[in-house]
């Protein structure tokens, strides 16, 4: 199984109570350290690999990589890293077995990538329309997903949206995702999608919704609706 944005790793102890390994990654070198603290707690074998060199040019930020170098395959493995663009990492993957199942969340990942330069070079639309880079994350997902997962493997995104309104709303956005991620070209077909409503980030204390380091993020308002999505698609 391979998760990606484990943060502080309640969900990899879940995950890993019906699967004896994984491999877990994270952009984010303090949650790395909450993960491995918090599994060791549940009595899980873990292996945490720090890889990241943080070079802060306020106020952006650009993250350089060293090789994943693993000691024991046989431990839950935590590792630094970008499954977006760091192509070391994304070639140690490819080098692996492949997997059964990709979990990914990408929730809030827009407020942590809009001062990470790499992305802000990749990604021009980054900083100009919100709903389209992470729409885009989600097709590079696929993408790379393709090449990793065995036949009948499944991925799983789960993502912060906007609330569907009603049953037409849920089947335009479904066959949208299709269209958009190109999920026949990649093999994949969509067996499960749906969502459960959320609070608005805009009406909870200390969520910086607005700016971050004075780099613009993103506009939410107080009446837009929030849900959490699921899509679960599986590998022809």
């Known amino acids: 199984m391979l998760e990606i944005g484990c943060g502080g790793g309640i969900s990899t102890h879940h995950l890993l109570k019906n699967n004896s390994i994984s491999v ?9 350290n909450y993960a491995s603290d918090y599994l060791k707690s549940k009595n899980h074998k873990v292996e945490t690999i720090k890889r990241a060199k943080l070079i802060f040019n306020n106020p952006t930020y650009k993250i350089e990589y060293s090789e994943v170098q693993v000691e024991n395959k046989n431990k839950t493995l935590l590792i630094e890293g970008d499954f977006l663009t760091d192509k070391k990492l994304i070639n140690w993957l490819y080098r692996q077995d492949k997997f059964d199942a990709i979990i990914c969340w990408f929730i809030g990942v827009h407020g942590v990538m809009v001062a990470n330069e790499t992305h802000r070079n990749q990604y021009d639309y980054l900083q100009h329309n919100p709903t389209i880079y992470r729409m885009n994350l ?5 993408i790379k997903s393709s090449k990793l997962l065995k036949a009948d493997g499944i991925v799983s995104i789960i993502d912060r949206t906007q609330f569907f309104k009603n049953d037409l709303e849920k089947s335009s ?3 949208y995702v299709k269209s958009y991620y190109q999920l026949e070209n990649y093999g994949f077909e969509v067996v499960y999608m749906d969502q ?3 609070d608005n980030p805009a009406k909870i204390k200390g969520v910086p919704v607005k700016k971050i380091n004075n780099i613009h993020v993103v506009n939410v308002e107080p009446e837009d609706r929030f849900a959490l999505t699921s899509i679960i698609c599986m590998k022809k």
């Open 138 to 142: 989600h097709r590079e997902l696929f």
């Open 24 to 32: 877990s990654i994270d952009e984010n070198p303090s949650m790395i």
């Open 173 to 175: 956005a479904l066959e």
């Open 196 to 198: 459960k409503e959320i």
